[in-house]
């Protein structure tokens, strides 16, 4: 008898689920780039249930369980938000599907002027790719969403490969017309967010950028060295969890999002995505976070 249909008689007797392969076969298509998301055949989790409901944390929320393929609980996860600055994971993800992040970016003398956050990139400077993902990332700079954007083309051109990325991944909530996250059409669900941001963690480079409490860069023709601060207030308030990707998002109108990924003391996975937290602020976002973590039959989290 083979591994998987053992494991298959063992979920049926003990009424576990292992819907994690199915995350990958039937909820995205099987690109190679999503078949290692650490799916544990050999480790059986239990589901895992709410104990209570707080459904005044935000306008919509999912976690989602990435051992199992489990939504464990929601609200409104499969409307449409706008994402604001979430738009820049699709950025970051079009951005890095080349072999070679040490390849140096030249600033354009046309690049549109854009609202903070910014990095501070001026006509002429030269940065790695790797770095102009880490200041798009962790900093949040809009300069080098569009810096990004505009390398290979037309600002258009991206903004549509943006749309047509989405839909192969049949991330089908998503609508993007810009690459930083500036306009309230940019739009997108909760548990797209959650597998979109799954799918970048499956990067080692953009895995260890979307973990950094700040990071360095270097303009290439001058040696100007710069650091940047996470916009995510997260890192103070980990304890038992280990952080793997997160990103923050906000606009005034739309108020505070946070998109998350921790991995717990056995092994256990879990996307958080938060839509317009209440409070209205970042630190609202991660209450938000923790309070759904606590919300959770049989599983040890900390107190926050």
Known sequence: MSLKLLLGGLVLILGFNL?????????????????PLNINLTKIYPSLKTKTLHNDIAESYIVLDLNTGETIVSKNSENPYPLASLTKLMTAYLSSKTTNLSRILTVPPSLPPVPENLAGIEASERYSLLDCLRALLVYSANDMAYLLASENGQLNDFVEMMNNEAKKFNLNSFVFVDPAGLSLQNQGSARDV?????????????????????????????????????????FSKLTNERLIANKTGFLPESGYNYAGIFEFLDGRRLAVVIFKANPPSKQGAIEAVFKLFSSLENFSSPNF
């Open 194 to 234: 959650a597998l979109l941001l799954t799918l970048l963690s499956k990067n080692p480079a953009l895995k260890e950028i979307l973990a950094s409490a700040s990071v360095t860069i270097k303009e290439q023709t001058r040696g100007e060295v710069k650091t940047f601060n996470s916009t995510s207030v997260i």
């Open 19 to 35: 819907q994690g392969e199915r995350l990958i076969a039937e909820t995205l298509p099987p690109e190679e780039s999503l078949k």
